[in-house]
């Protein structure tokens, strides 16, 4: 595995709190990086940290692929890129992925919201131009990921899917697997909801006194955003 290396695709706290604006979110991200750089160390792999000082680009697309190729320019033949945003993701995914990379087989880790949170790739296998102009950032990621390697008659070794964290109804989405977690990461997600959940009960009591007032159609609740 001396070949290969991991490219931990991610953002500070600060700039991540710029794109995902979530109560006590810089807390919350830094305890991920460090979780994520943690698992990473297990698995004895070279490893690079790649923030937004580090990464060139225009577009999400431009910078993902500039730090790949930066990887591949370094003299390793295999590449796993993560972020740092994925709670369940575990250095016996990272080496499993690793593993299958020296099969000669392309790695994909589905995210539920139709990203992915790992991949594996080869030097021979990466092509910059379609790399750059996949659809990043939306739904239909993983599937047009999936199509282009299928087409190229790749071998796909596909992970577990996991739940990544860009949104409060994602953290609402890993309360399923809360106790999968640990007790620290716990609290925090927990910190998160809180804070939400005591606006909406504000909230939901103004909503109260005003329907006292004057009387209101019984229909879906209403939508707050907070």
């Not at 409060?168 to 910190?191: E, F, H, V, W």
């Not at 504000?202 to 006194?209: D, P």
């Amino acid at each position: 595995m001396q070949n290969t290396a991991v490219l931990i695709f991610a953002n500070t706290s600060k700039e991540e709190l710029r794109n995902k604006p979530l109560t006590n979110g810089e807390l919350l991200f830094d305890s991920l990086t460090d979780r994520t750089l943690k698992e990473v160390e297990k698995t004895n792999l070279t490893y690079f940290h790649l923030t937004e000082k580090h990464q060139k680009g225009d577009t999400f697309g431009e910078r993902f692929t500039n730090a790949v190729q930066s990887i591949f320019d370094a003299g390793f033949e295999k590449v796993i890129s993560i972020g740092n945003d994925t709670p369940h993701l575990k250095s016996s995914h990272i080496k499993a992925a690793a593993e299958a990379l020296i099969q000669g087989k392309t790695v994909i880790g589905p995210s539920l919201d139709g990203g992915f949170y790992l991949m594996g790739i080869h030097r021979t296998d990466f092509d910059r131009n379609a790399m750059v102009n996949l659809p990043w950032q939306k739904s239909s990621l993983y599937r047009s990921i999936v199509e282009h390697f299928g087409k190229n008659s790749f071998s796909i070794f596909q992970l577990p899917i996991f739940n990544d964290i860009d949104t409060l109804r994602d953290i609402q989405c890993l309360s399923n697997y809360i106790k999968t977690l640990s007790t620290s990461l716990r609290l925090l997600l927990a910190s998160c909801l809180y804070s939400v959940h005591s606006s909406i009960i504000q909230v939901e009591h103004l909503y109260a006194s005003i329907s006292l007032q004057r009387p209101f159609n019984k229909g879906s609740p209403v939508l707050v955003r907070i």
